[in-house]
Antibody
C-alpha cells in the first residue's frame, strides 16, 4: 500500500547535526513533490520544506532556511532532511508528507508518515 | 510566513454543525485557492480532509465541507459525530512558494 516511513530521529545535543530519512513505497515516488512538516510538543503543525518531484527545486520555511537541507534520491525512493546546528526549538515530531497530485505541490498533502521524534537537549 | 489564525477550540453536540475559521492575508489564503484542512487525532498523523478550498479527497465523508471568502477560509462539519473529536489544522500555499499552517483548533463533541 501507499506508505511513507520516517527514521533518524533521536535525542541530540544542541549544535549537533542529524539526518532524517523518509522511505516511500506503493507509489511512483519520482512523480510527487514531498514535504517535511514538524509539530512541537503540544503545538500546531509547522511546514518545514518541500522538494519538487525531480529534486531540482527546494523550498524552505524562513525559520529553518540556512540550517536545513531537503533532498531526495529517486533511485532509492527516499527523502532526506539534513538538520544542522540543532536548537531546542527544533524539538518536534517530524513528518514527511506526499503532495496530492503528481508533479505539483500546490494541492495539499494526502499521504503522511507516522513521524520521527527529534529531541534537542543537553 | 506568519501562521494562519484559527480559534483555539470549538465545541458542539452530536448532530449539530460547527464551523472553524482560518484567517490569513492576501499573500496566502486570499491570494490562492490552495487551502487545505487536516484532521489529527491524538498521537496520530494528520489526515487530509479538504483540498483546494472545497474539494474532498476520496473516502472523506460529505459531512465535511470547505469554503473561502476573502482572506478567511472555513471548514464546516455537519451532523457532528463522536469520532469527529480531534484537532483540525488549516494550511495555505503562499506567495513565497511556501506553505503556512494555522495554529490548530481542538474540536470537542459534547
Amino acid at each position: 500500500q501507499v506508505q511513507l516511513v520516517e527514521s533518524g530521529g533521536g535525542v541530540v545535543q544542541p549544535g549537533r547535526s542529524l539526518r532524517l530519512s523518509c522511505a516511500a513505497s506503493g507509489f511512483t515516488f519520482n512523480n510527487y513533490a514531498i514535504h517535511w512538516v514538524r509539530q512541537a510538543p503540544g503545538k500546531g503543525l509547522e511546514w518545514v520544506a518541500d522538494v519538487s518531484y525531480d529534486g531540482n527545486h527546494q523550498y524552505y520555511a524562513n525559520s529553518v532556511k540556512g540550517r536545513f537541507t531537503i533532498s531526495r534520491d529517486n533511485s532509492r525512493n527516499t527523502l532526506y532532511l539534513q538538520i544542522n546546528s540543532l536548537r531546542a526549538e527544533d524539538t518536534a515530531v517530524y513528518y514527511c508528507a506526499r503532495t496530492l497530485l503528481q508533479y505539483f505541490d500546490y494541492h495539499g498533502m494526502d499521504v503522511w508518515g507516522q513521524g520521527t521524534t527529534v529531541t534537542v537537549s543537553s | 510566513q506568519s501562521a494562519l489564525t484559527q480559534p483555539a477550540s470549538v465545541s458542539g453536540f452530536p448532530g449539530q454543525s460547527i464551523t472553524i475559521s482560518c484567517t490569513g492575508s492576501r499573500s496566502d489564503v486570499g491570494g490562492y485557492n490552495y487551502v487545505s484542512w487536516y484532521q489529527q487525532h491524538p498521537g496520530k498523523a494528520p489526515k487530509l480532509m479538504i483540498y483546494d478550498v472545497s474539494n474532498r479527497p476520496s473516502g472523506v465523508s460529505n459531512r465535511f465541507s470547505g469554503s473561502k471568502s476573502g482572506n478567511t477560509a472555513s471548514l464546516t462539519i455537519s451532523g457532528l459525530q463522536a469520532e469527529d473529536e480531534a484537532d483540525y489544522h488549516c494550511s495555505s500555499y503562499t506567495s513565497s512558494s511556501s506553505w503556512v499552517f494555522g495554529g490548530g483548533t481542538k474540536l470537542t463533541v459534547l
